[in-house]
Each structure stands twice: as structure tokens, then as C-alpha cells.
């Protein structure tokens, strides 16, 4: 497809699983981002890949986050022994220059995770 | 630190009028780049407008319009000749010079027909 791709669309588990996040962003485009975004908030900044490099990883709550771009292309977003609070909308999206450039972010639908 | 704020939590406008949206921020940087997005209800962002901040004369995409005052950090959004289309969530954005975006919390558009 054209657009940044993620999956799943929604995902439930109880409270303890891990899961797994996954997002496939535009052909080509170098920098990759994952967004948590809370029930009537604004997204917030949680990692950020160059290529297959994780130059930017501040925004991560805990340790229980974990995520990596291997190839430089698609990416994965892991949360292991999830908590409630970890209920959000996770979005990934992806430019085409290495950040500093004006280039827009290109959003995918985001993943919606709900944690019981 | 960077913030953004929208103290507008909900707004709505009448098909066909015209809607501002403020937006202002706080930072000490002096380039940087600030952007209005849109989410609709399907919740997708898609990039509405975007603005350098060494660019004095304000940015235009057709009906949009936005009104940057960099001394006062203020970055509104004009919709002109709004449609039902434009209904959705408003972010603004900004982003510093090699570093990660910051949203503000949003505003919610709606179109009345």
C-alpha cells in the first residue's frame, strides 16, 4: 500500500501479557516513529528510528517498552507483563528524510490496545 | 522543555463560515517548524498545514490558512468556507530541529450543516 500500515487495528489482553505491535511504514522512507496516544489527548512522542538505528528512545515509560526496526523498514513495538494503564492508541508514522528536515509525518491508523 | 497548547477543547462552526483555531507554544529554540494536523473519527492524522519558523509570511493550503506570530508563539488555524468534511480532531505540532514532534491535546471541529 501507499500509506503507513499497522497491526493489529484493535488489540485486547489481560492485564500481564506481553504483546507485540507491529507497523510497516512508507517504501523508502527513513525515519519511523511510535506515538502513544491516550483517550482525548494528543499523541506523545515515544521512540524514534533513523534507518534500522534507535537514536531516540526517551519517550518510553518503562522498561517494560521495548521496540526495533532490524531492517531498517518494518517495526515492532513490544510491551511486555502490560498494565491498565497501558490502554491507548499506539501510532506509527514515518518520513521520508532523517528528522531535522521539514518533512511531514505520515500516520498510520494506529493499533488500539486495551488492556483488562 | 517544549509545550504546546490548545485551550480550545471543543468548537464548532456553521457550513460555509469561517473558524480559528489558536494554538500557542513555549520554547526557547529559535528554528523550528510547527504543523496543524487532522484526525477524523476513522483516526488516521493527515498533515492540514506547515510552517518554518524563519518564514515570516504565513503558510496557505487552499482554505487553510494559519496565522503565525513568532514573537508571540502563536500559531492559529483560519478554515475558510468550512465543509462538513472538516469535522475532526486539530493537533498542532511542533517540532525542533532534530528532534521529536509535540502535540497539544487537540481540539475538536465540528461542522454543522
Known amino acids: 500500500g501507499a500509506g503507513v500500515s499497522q497491526s493489529p487495528r484493535y488489540k485486547v489482553a489481560k492485564r500481564g501479557q506481553d504483546v507485540a505491535l507491529r507497523c510497516d511504514p512508507i517504501?523508502?522512507?527513513?525515519?519511523l516513529f511510535w506515538y502513544q496516544q491516550a483517550l482525548g489527548q494528543g499523541p506523545e512522542f515515544l521512540t524514534y528510528?533513523?534507518?534500522?538505528?534507535?537514536?531516540?528512545k526517551s519517550g518510553l515509560p518503562s522498561d517494560r517498552f521495548f521496540a526495533e526496526r532490524p531492517e531498517g523498514s518494518v517495526s515492532t513495538l513490544k510491551i511486555q507483563r502490560t498494565q491498565q494503564e497501558d490502554s491507548a492508541v499506539y501510532l506509527c508514522?514515518?518520513?521520508?528524510?532523517?528528522?531535522?528536515?521539514?518533512?511531514?509525518?505520515?500516520f498510520g491508523d494506529g493499533t488500539r490496545l486495551s488492556i483488562l | 522543555a517544549q509545550t504546546v497548547t490548545q485551550s480550545q477543547p471543543e468548537m464548532s462552526v456553521q457550513e460555509a463560515e469561517t473558524v480559528t483555531l489558536s494554538c500557542t507554544y513555549d520554547?526557547?529554540?529559535?528554528?523550528?517548524?510547527l504543523f496543524w494536523y487532522k484526525q477524523p473519527p476513522s483516526r488516521q492524522m493527515i498533515l492540514v498545514i506547515r510552517?518554518?519558523?524563519?518564514?515570516?509570511q504565513n503558510a496557505t493550503e487552499n482554505r487553510f490558512s494559519v496565522n503565525f506570530q513568532k514573537a508571540a508563539k502563536s500559531f492559529s488555524l483560519k478554515i475558510s468556507d468550512s465543509q462538513l468534511g472538516d469535522t475532526a480532531m486539530y493537533f498542532c505540532?511542533?517540532?525542533?530541529?532534530?528532534?521529536?514532534?509535540?502535540f497539544g491535546t487537540g481540539t475538536s471541529l465540528t461542522v454543522i450543516p
Open positions: 528510528f533513523q534507518n534500522e538505528a534507535q537514536l531516540d
Open positions: 508514522a514515518s518520513s521520508l528524510e532523517a528528522q531535522g528536515s521539514n518533512q511531514p509525518q505520515h
Open positions: 520554547t526557547s529554540e529559535n528554528n523550528y517548524y
Open positions: 517504501s523508502g522512507h527513513v525515519s
Open positions: 505540532a511542533f517540532m525542533k530541529w532534530g528532534n521529536q514532534f509535540y
Open positions: 510552517q518554518e519558523a524563519y518564514k515570516q
